[in-house]
C-alpha cells in the first residue's frame, strides 16, 4: 500500500516530519568516512529552496536552518548514519481547518487520504513542500561524493 520514505541502495536516503509538526529532515546512510561534511554545504543548498522568496512560493517565513544531529566529527563524516533536521518555526496549523471536510483542489490531500489512509489536515503533513527539505539536505551531503 504505502511506498515509503526511504530511498536508494548505496546511497539511502530516509525522510522525516511533517509541515506542521516539530520539523523535517532525513537520515543518510553509506556516506563513506572521512567525507567532509558540514552544515554550511547543507545550509548552502537548503537556501536556495527555502521559502518566502519569491511571490509564487508559500509566505510562511522559515529560516530552514539545518542541524546535523550525527554521522559528523570535526567537519568530517564518521561512516555512520548522517541524521540532518530543520526545526519548524512558523507552522500554523489554524489556517488549515477548512480542510478537514474538504480537500484542497490542486493539492495533494486526496492522494494522501488514499495512501495512508488518515488526512494530514495540518499543512498536508508528508505531502507538504516542506518534506522536500530532507531531499535538499541529503543532495547537499551527495555533492560532497
Known amino acids: 500500500r504505502m511506498a515509503g520514505s526511504t530511498y536508494g541502495t548505496c546511497f539511502r536516503v530516509t525522510t522525516f516530519g511533517e509541515s506542521h509538526g516539530k520539523g523535517v529532515g532525513c537520515v543518510v546512510d553509506g556516506v563513506p568516512p572521512r567525507l567532509p561534511v558540514d552544515e554550511e554545504a547543507v545550509q548552502y543548498e537548503l537556501d536556495r529552496r527555502r521559502p518566502g522568496q519569491n511571490r509564487l512560493t508559500t509566505p510562511r517565513k522559515e529560516s530552514d536552518t539545518c542541524e546535523i544531529l550525527s554521522g559528523v566529527f570535526d567537519g568530517k563524516a564518521l561512516g555512520t548514519p548522517i541524521a540532518v533536521v530543520v526545526r519548524n518555526q512558523d507552522q ?37 513542500a516542506r518534506e522536500t527539505i530532507g531531499r535538499v539536505a541529503a543532495g547537499g551531503i551527495a555533492k560532497k561524493l
Open 92 to 128: 500554523r496549523s489554524g489556517d488549515y481547518k477548512e480542510m478537514s471536510v474538504a480537500y484542497r483542489p490542486s493539492h495533494a490531500d486526496a492522494t494522501y487520504d488514499a495512501k495512508y489512509g488518515v488526512r494530514a489536515i495540518a499543512g498536508g503533513g508528508r505531502s507538504s
